[in-house]
């Protein structure tokens, strides 16, 4: 089914684990060696907080070049970083440069104060936004939304929760695989998502 | 009324930072962002505004306002490693949206013109699809803004009250009405577009969503109203599966 701009949503679709609850997480999301295939849907591999509806998020993005993206466009058909949040009925959304093949990126959002939590991308800070609750729920997941066929692997390594000063691998089985996507788990904090390669 | 605070820590508080809280007050005044007062503190820029009216609603296109003269300002003012905050507090004074991040330089538009009729050849299309998706195209128009550049402004309203077929009109109204305005202005002929602004009403006439998509820099800036879904976007975190199988 191609996902056109204004027909109904089907899914979403997870893979991954979650840890709850927590003031940040991180995980360095890797892209496959070879270009994914995906013909009609969209995937996300991300880490985000939930609070309640409320989020802020980041990861890698890979879209069908059919399915628009929230301004307008279409997502990208490469993998390409992005952050994302939703707060008292407030949106934004920024899309960055291409993730390359086989490369890891560490993302992370994590709390800084006062309910404001920030987004970082291998390193570099980007926007912050809030007021969220503090700590919350934080996952690291694979999604895929529009039709279960977007070809995806994502690798999870070092998936952190940051505890009230520092970060600790995931430490809770709260794994899912809505089948698809799949997941292959080493542990709670090392795992793949996977769907169709 | 809603007070909106913008905040910008300077990675210095030279003469050239001490300047751009000046002008960037001034520029947001003179751009109808009404109730504007600035201050450096601790080498953080402290803007307090106002919202013109009816809420969340207009603090979409103030916080875009505001974003975009930092930014512009950024081009010409010793900027560089400044931090951009906008807080937002309601009429109680808790703060209900905070967003602070890198300042990025963009150049202020280009002085344009809007071509008479730009948009007369897609409004009748647009609105068919409109109505293909139960959806009231209300208004369409292109506006040269002296300081934000041409602005394609859209009203429509849903009627649906609520449950899936308000999403799926929503959902139509931003994303899918902001792809089709996208594809007619910058296909051929292409409308050189530096704000798309969106608006979604019910029946009676109250925002539903506010919706602003910045082209050059890929960024969408909205609003939902209490109890509205952002169908726009797919890529949303899940809650703690409760039922999720014990997966080894």
Same mark, same amino acid.
């Given at each position: 089914?191609?996902?056109?701009?204004?027909?109904?949503?089907?899914?979403?679709?997870?893979?991954?684990?979650?840890?709850?609850?927590?003031?940040?997480?991180?995980?360095?999301?890797?892209?496959?060696?070879?270009?994914?295939?995906?013909?009609?849907?969209?995937?996300?591999?991300?880490?985000?907080?939930?609070?309640?509806?409320?989020?802020?998020?980041?990861?890698?993005?890979?879209?069908?070049?059919?399915?628009?993206?929230?301004?307008?466009?279409?997502?990208?058909?490469?993998?390409?970083?992005?952050?994302?949040?939703?707060?008292?009925?407030?949106?934004?959304?920024?899309?960055?440069?291409?993730?390359?093949?086989?490369?890891?990126?560490?993302?992370?959002?994590?709390?800084?104060?006062?309910?404001?939590?920030?987004?970082?991308?291998?390193?570099?800070?980007?926007?912050?936004?809030?007021?969220?609750?503090?700590?919350?729920?934080?996952?690291?997941?694979?999604?895929?939304?529009?039709?279960?066929?977007?070809?995806?692997?994502?690798?999870?390594?070092?998936?952190?929760?940051?505890?009230?000063?520092?970060?600790?691998?995931?430490?809770?089985?709260?794994?899912?695989?809505?089948?698809?996507?799949?997941?292959?788990?080493?542990?709670?904090?090392?795992?793949?998502?996977?769907?169709?390669? | 009324?809603?007070?909106?605070?913008?905040?910008?820590?300077?990675?210095?508080?030279?003469?050239?930072?001490?300047?751009?809280?000046?002008?960037?007050?001034?520029?947001?005044?003179?751009?109808?962002?009404?109730?504007?007062?600035?201050?450096?503190? &601790?080498?953080?820029?402290?803007?307090?505004?106002?919202?013109?009216?009816?809420?969340a609603p207009e603090d979409t296109w103030a916080r875009t306002v505001a974003?975009?003269?930092?930014?512009?300002?950024?081009?010409?003012?010793?900027?560089?490693?400044?931090?951009?905050?906008?807080?937002?507090?309601?009429?109680?004074?808790?703060?209900?949206?905070?967003?602070?991040?890198?300042?990025?330089?963009?150049?202020?538009?280009?002085?344009?013109?809007?071509?008479?009729?730009?948009?007369?050849?897609?409004?009748?299309?647009?609105?068919?699809?409109?109505?293909?998706?139960?959806?009231?195209?209300?208004?369409?128009?292109?506006?040269? &803004?002296?300081?934000?550049?041409?602005?394609?402004?859209?009203?429509?309203?849903?009627?649906?009250?609520?449950?899936?077929?308000?999403?799926?009109?929503?959902?139509?109204?931003?994303?899918?009405?902001?792809?089709?305005?996208? &594809?007619?202005?910058?296909?051929?002929?292409?409308?050189?577009? &530096?704000?798309?602004?969106?608006?979604?009403?019910?029946?009676?006439?109250?925002?539903?969503?506010?919706?602003?998509?910045?082209?050059?820099?890929?960024?969408?800036?909205?609003?939902?109203?209490?109890?509205?879904?952002?169908?726009?976007?797919?890529?949303?975190?899940?809650?703690?599966?409760?039922?999720?199988?014990?997966?080894p």
């Amino acid at each position: 089914m191609a996902l056109l701009g204004g027909s109904a949503l089907a899914g979403p679709w997870y893979a991954g684990n979650y840890r709850n609850p927590g003031y940040g997480v991180k995980a360095d999301i890797s892209t496959p060696s070879s270009m994914p295939s995906v013909t009609s849907g969209v995937v996300f591999n991300m880490v985000s907080n939930y609070d309640y509806g409320d989020w802020i998020q980041v990861g890698w993005v890979q879209g069908d070049g059919a399915a628009r993206a929230p301004d307008g466009t279409y997502w990208p058909t490469v993998p390409k970083s992005y952050e994302e949040s939703m707060v008292n009925g407030y949106y934004d959304l920024y899309l960055y440069s291409s993730q390359p093949l086989n490369y890891a990126r560490t993302y992370e959002v994590v709390h800084i104060g006062s309910g404001t939590w920030r987004g970082i991308i291998a390193g570099t800070p980007r926007y912050s936004f809030g007021p969220f609750s503090y700590p919350t729920l934080v996952e690291a997941l694979t999604e895929i939304a529009g039709t279960t066929q977007p070809h995806t692997r994502a690798g999870f390594n070092n998936v952190q929760y940051k505890g009230l000063n520092s970060y600790m691998p995931f430490d809770q089985n709260n794994r899912q695989q809505d089948m698809p996507p799949y997941a292959t788990f080493t542990s709670n904090s090392k795992y793949t998502c996977y769907n169709g390669m | 009324m809603v007070a909106v605070v913008l905040t910008m820590a300077l990675g210095s508080a030279s003469a050239e930072n001490v300047g751009a809280d000046a002008m960037l007050s001034r520029n947001l005044e003179t751009q109808g962002i009404q109730g504007t007062s600035v201050s450096l503190q &601790d080498g953080s820029l402290e803007v307090t505004l106002s919202s013109r009216g009816n809420g969340a609603p207009e603090d979409t296109w103030a916080r875009t306002v505001a974003q975009r003269e930092a930014a512009f300002l950024a081009t010409s003012s010793d900027l560089s490693g400044a931090q951009l905050g906008i807080t937002i507090v309601d009429e109680q004074g808790d703060v209900v949206y905070r967003c602070e991040g890198p300042i990025e330089a963009l150049s202020r538009p280009a002085v344009k013109e809007a071509p008479a009729d730009a948009l007369s050849s897609a409004e009748a299309d647009l609105a068919a699809q409109a109505e293909n998706a139960k959806v009231v195209l209300k208004s369409l128009s292109l506006d040269a &803004d002296a300081s934000q550049g041409l602005i394609v402004d859209c009203r429509t309203s849903v009627s649906a009250s609520s449950g899936q077929e308000r999403d799926a009109q929503i959902r139509w109204a931003t994303v899918g009405l902001l792809g089709e305005l996208r &594809d007619f202005c910058e296909g051929p002929g292409r409308l050189d577009v &530096d704000l798309y602004r969106l608006r979604v009403e019910d029946d009676g006439g109250n925002v539903l969503v506010s919706y602003i998509a910045d082209p050059r820099t890929r960024s969408v800036r909205a609003w939902a109203a209490p109890g509205v879904t952002p169908v726009w976007c797919q890529g949303q975190p899940a809650s703690l599966p409760t039922d999720a199988p014990d997966i080894p």
